[in-house]
């Protein structure tokens, strides 16, 4: 087996802390789980490997990274303030309402334009979130989108 598929999570799971939505943020929430599940690179530094479970809990608005095997044996538990976060995350809501708004009523250039910041504020997220698990959790660039993308879900109460 390569590396992929002993460094990397085979299930995510959302803490029943983190509470329940909108039917429309419940599914955002599932394609995210889905796409993050579907592809990423999980490495907890010093672990021989896995494939592993991560569940996600807010804990004194606090981000907890609790991570175990496929087995259910526990690996390492990472606690991340989510201050850092709170500024890309009310950015980025904000130009997606936006973005929402103009794919009502304004011209193509426009919307481009602004789905370009869109990733921009999003690419800063997830650069932010590899940042702060440095030393703690590897992961590419792509697996850190999905979970920013997964931070921004948990933030979003529709």
């Known amino acids: 087996m390569g590396t992929t598929g002993v460094f990397r999570l085979s299930d995510v799971e959302l803490d029943e ?3 329940r939505s909108t039917p429309d943020v ?4 599932a394609v995210a789980i889905f796409d ?3 592809e990423n690179s999980f490495e907890p530094v010093g672990h021989p490997g896995g494939p592993y479970k991560l569940k996600l809990s ?3 608005m606090r981000l907890v990274f609790a991570v175990t095997t496929e087995s259910g044996d526990p690996v390492v538990t990472h606690i991340l303030s989510l201050t850092p976060f709170r500024r890309i995350v009310k950015d980025y809501f904000m130009i997606c309402e936006s973005y929402y708004d ?3 009523s304004s011209s193509p250039g426009q919307i481009e334009a602004i789905d370009m910041g ?3 504020i999003h690419n800063d997220g997830s650069q ?3 940042d702060r698990l440095e030393g703690k959790i590897k992961v590419d660039f792509a697996t850190a989108r ?3 993308t997964l931070i921004c879900v948990l933030h979003w109460r529709g």
């Open 17 to 19: 802390s983190i509470g």
């Open 26 to 29: 419940e599914h955002e929430r």
């Open 36 to 38: 993050l599940v579907e």
């Open 58 to 60: 807010l804990v004194d």
């Open 102 to 104: 103009a794919i009502r």
């Open 118 to 120: 869109r990733r921009g």
């Open 128 to 130: 932010t979130l590899m």
């Open 146 to 148: 999905r979970l920013f």
